[in-house]
């Protein structure tokens, strides 16, 4: 039963949740946490909605794992992000202490790896995983926007 919840699984989830942005007309990514296979929070960018820079994605989803579990650690918690996050939700990621974040398309440009971003010593990063499906959205939005 649980061979289900894959990455792929939960990564078309937050896929749904970039699809829901981008019909918004806000940058498509999308955002879950999962804590033993339950997802825990669903979001996506809200920047433009809340007129607010530092509403990415992820920095919604751990506020709303965060209130769910009671606590500001997202230990024993899994982050899938349909684009890598950026140092400013890298930081945020490394305090919450999560254990696992798994991304779909790389940002070559603004992305944690490519900007030196630390995370948390014990957290599992796991790249990839649907990223054409991640990057197609991506760049359907922003030739959209052009």
């Known amino acids: 039963m649980n061979d289900v919840f ?14 829901a942005a981008f019909e918004k007309g806000e940058v498509p990514v999308g955002a879950i946490i999962v804590i033993d296979n339950k997802v825990i ?10 007129n607010d820079v530092t509403a990415h994605a992820e920095m919604q989803a751990i506020t709303s794992a965060a209130n769910f579990i ?3 650690y997202l230990k024993n918690c899994t982050l899938y992000v ?11 990621l490394y305090w919450s202490q999560i254990s696992k974040i ?3 398309a790389s940002d070559q ?4 790896i490519k900007m030196g971003t630390q995370l948390h010593p014990k957290t599992v990063v796991v790249g990839g995983v649907l ?3 991640c990057s197609l959205l991506m760049k359907a939005f922003f030739r959209m926007k052009r």
């Open 109 to 112: 440009n603004r992305g944690f």
């Open 70 to 72: 009671g606590g500001k």
């Open 82 to 92: 349909t684009l890598e996050p950026c140092q400013m939700c890298a930081g945020a």
């Open 6 to 19: 894959t990455d792929d699984y939960f990564m078309k989830k937050a896929l749904q949740e970039a699809k």
């Open 102 to 104: 798994v991304f779909g």
């Open 131 to 133: 990223e054409k499906d």
């Open 41 to 50: 929070a669903r979001t996506h960018n809200l920047t433009e909605l809340l």
